[in-house]
C-alpha cells in the first residue's frame, strides 16, 4: 500500500498478506476443508435428512447437489483474498463503506460465535462419553443443573475441550495450517472404520439400503428436499463469506480454486454418506435411527475401541471448530477496533460468547437444527455473499483500490463510511425470509403470512442470494453511493 493506512481501519492481523506469506498449496487447501468437513455436525446433518424421512440415495443426493452449489460463491468470494491479500472485513468495505462493513462482518462473526459453541459442546460431549465407557457410569443418568441445563460432568468435559481450543486460538494461523494437515488423513482411515462397522453389525448393506423413505407423497418430500438443500448451502454459507480469512495465504487462484474443488464436495459427501449408513443401521440394529455418533460410538460394547473412536471425533471437532470458527469472528472483532483488538483478543472474544450462548440448546433436536439454526442464518448471510459478488465481479471487475479500503477519506467511504445501496439492497434481500422465519419459531400465530410465502423460507439463501445480487447489480451503476 502507497498511503498511509488509518489506525481505524488498519492493523498487523487486517493489513494485507505479503506474497511472500501465501505459502498454501491447493494441498494444505484440500486438507483445510477434509479437516473441516469430517467432524461430528457434518455426521449429524446428514443423519438429520434421515431423522427427517429420507432414504440414503435421497440424503445423499441432497448432500452433493447442495455443496457442488455453495462451492460457487466460495471460489468466487476466495478470489479477492487471493488477489489482493486482504481478510473478509477489509473486503466488506467495497460494497458496505470503511464503517459499515463492520454490521456483516458482524453478522458473520455472531453466527460463528454460535457455531464455535456448538461444535465445542459436540467435542466435551465426546469427552464425557468416553469418560462415561472408560469409568464406566451411565453418561445418561446425570442431573443436570437447573440454572445450566446440563450436569457437572457434561459442563466440565464442555470446558476442558473449550481451553483445548483456546490454546490453539493463542497460537494463531500457522497451528491451524499444521493441525489441518495432521489430522485430515487420520480422520478419514477413522470414518471408512465406522462404515465398517455398520456393515458388520448390520449383516451387510442390503438391510441398511432398504430402508425406505418416509414419505407418502411428492408433496411430502419436497418441502423436505427444499429446507434440507437450504440446510446444507446454509452449513457454508459462513465460509462463502469469509473464504477470504484463508485463501489469502494460497500461492495462486488455481491453488485456491483446486484445493476447494478437490476437498469440499468430495470431503462432506463422504462423510455425510458416513453418517446416513451409520444411521440406517442403527434403525437395524437398535430398532431406532440413532442420529449422534456419539451415543452410537458408547453402544459399541467394546470400552477401548469406544474410547479411541470418542477421542477422534473429539480431535476431528477441534480441527474444525479452530478453522471454521475462530478465524472469521476473530478478524471480524478486530475490525471493529483493530488498535484494541487483535486476531487472539477476537478469538478470546468468539470463545467466551461461545459459552453464553448456552450452545447444547441449540444443538438439542435436529428438526431444530436444520429448521430454525442453519436454514435461520442462512437467510441472513445469502445476500451479503449475492452483494459481495456483484460488487466485485459485476460492478468492479475484480479492481480494488487496497491503499483506499485502509483510509477513512478513500472511495470507499461513501456516506460517512456506509454505503446506503449496499445497505438498502441488504435490507430488501433479507426482507421476504422474515415471515417464514418468524413462523417457524412459532413467535407468530399460525396463518398469520400467506402460506406460499412461508413455504419459500425453505429457499432462504437463494431467495438472498438471488435478490441481493440482483439489487445490487441494478442499483449501484445507478447510484455509485460517492
Not at 425406505?212 to 418430500?221: G, I, K, L, V, W
Not at 455425510?272 to 453402544?299: L, N
Not at 477496533?337 to 460468547?353: D, E, Q, W, Y
Not at 441472513?380 to 480494488?400: C, S
Amino acid at each position: 500500500m502507497n498511503a498511509v493506512p488509518d489506525p481505524r481501519l488498519w492493523n498487523e492481523d487486517l493489513a494485507p498478506v505479503s506474497p511472500e506469506q501465501r505459502t498454501w498449496t491447493w494441498a494444505n487447501v484440500a486438507a483445510l476443508w477434509v479437516g473441516m468437513a469430517v467432524c461430528i455436525t457434518t455426521y449429524t446433518l446428514a443423519a438429520g435428512l434421515i431423522e427427517q424421512g429420507m432414504n440414503w440415495w435421497q440424503a445423499t443426493l441432497t448432500i452433493l447437489l447442495g455443496n457442488l452449489i455453495v462451492l460457487v460463491p466460495m471460489t468466487l468470494n476466495a478470489h479477492p483474498g487471493t488477489k489482493y491479500g486482504i481478510p473478509f472485513p477489509v473486503l466488506l468495505r467495497a460494497p458496505f463503506g470503511t464503517f459499515g462493513s463492520n454490521i456483516p462482518a458482524l453478522m458473520r462473526g455472531l453466527v460463528a460465535c454460535g457455531w464455535f459453541g456448538i461444535q465445542t459442546w459436540v467435542g466435551g460431549a465426546a469427552i464425557y462419553a468416553t469418560a462415561a465407557v472408560l469409568l464406566g457410569f451411565d453418561a445418561a443418568a446425570a442431573e443436570p443443573l437447573p440454572w445450566l441445563g446440563i450436569s457437572a460432568g457434561e459442563f466440565l468435559c464442555f470446558m476442558i475441550f473449550w481451553t483445548a481450543n483456546v490454546w490453539f486460538i493463542l497460537r494463531g494461523m500457522e497451528s491451524i495450517k499444521w493441525l489441518e494437515s495432521l489430522a485430515a488423513p487420520f480422520l478419514l482411515l477413522v470414518g471408512v472404520g465406522l462404515v465398517a462397522w455398520a456393515w458388520k453389525a448390520a449383516d451387510g448393506f442390503g438391510p441398511i439400503f432398504s430402508q425406505p423413505a418416509r414419505f407418502a407423497s411428492a408433496a411430502e418430500f419436497w418441502p423436505v428436499f427444499g429446507a434440507g438443500l437450504t440446510a446444507m448451502i446454509g452449513y457454508w454459507a459462513t465460509l462463502s463469506l469469509n473464504i477470504p480469512d484463508f485463501s489469502r495465504f494460497a500461492r495462486s487462484q488455481r491453488d485456491q480454486i483446486l484445493g476447494q474443488s478437490l476437498g469440499l464436495p468430495a470431503t462432506m459427501t463422504f462423510y455425510s454418506f458416513i453418517g446416513i449408513v451409520v444411521t440406517s443401521a442403527t434403525v437395524v440394529i437398535f430398532g431406532e435411527p440413532v442420529w449422534d455418533p456419539v451415543q452410537v460410538i458408547a453402544r459399541f460394547g467394546i470400552p477401548w475401541l469406544s474410547a479411541v473412536a470418542l477421542v477422534t471425533l473429539a480431535v476431528a471437532t477441534l480441527s474444525t471448530n479452530i478453522a471454521a470458527n475462530v478465524v472469521s469472528p476473530a478478524n471480524d472483532f478486530a475490525a471493529l477496533a483493530p488498535r484494541l483488538v487483535s486476531f487472539r483478543t477476537g478469538g478470546l472474544i468468539t470463545a467466551v460468547l461461545g459459552i453464553l450462548i448456552r450452545p447444547w440448546k441449540l444443538y438439542q433436536d435436529p428438526s431444530g437444527y436444520i429448521f430454525t439454526w442453519l436454514i435461520g442464518y442462512s437467510g441472513l448471510l445469502g445476500p451479503i455473499a449475492g452483494i459481495m459478488i456483484a460488487d466485485y465481479f459485476l460492478w468492479r471487475r475484480t479492481r480494488l483500490d487496497v491503499a483506499g479500503l485502509y483510509r477513512q477519506d478513500g472511495p470507499y467511504r461513501y456516506s460517512g463510511g456506509f454505503s446506503l445501496v449496499g445497505f438498502g439492497c441488504l435490507a430488501l434481500a433479507v426482507l421476504p425470509n422474515v415471515p417464514g422465519f418468524l413462523a417457524t419459531i412459532e413467535a407468530v400465530p399460525a396463518g398469520t403470512f400467506p402460506a406460499w410465502l412461508v413455504a419459500g423460507y425453505h429457499y432462504a439463501w437463494f431467495v438472498g442470494f438471488a435478490l441481493g445480487l440482483t439489487l445490487y447489480s441494478l442499483l449501484r451503476p445507478i447510484f455509485p453511493d460517492r
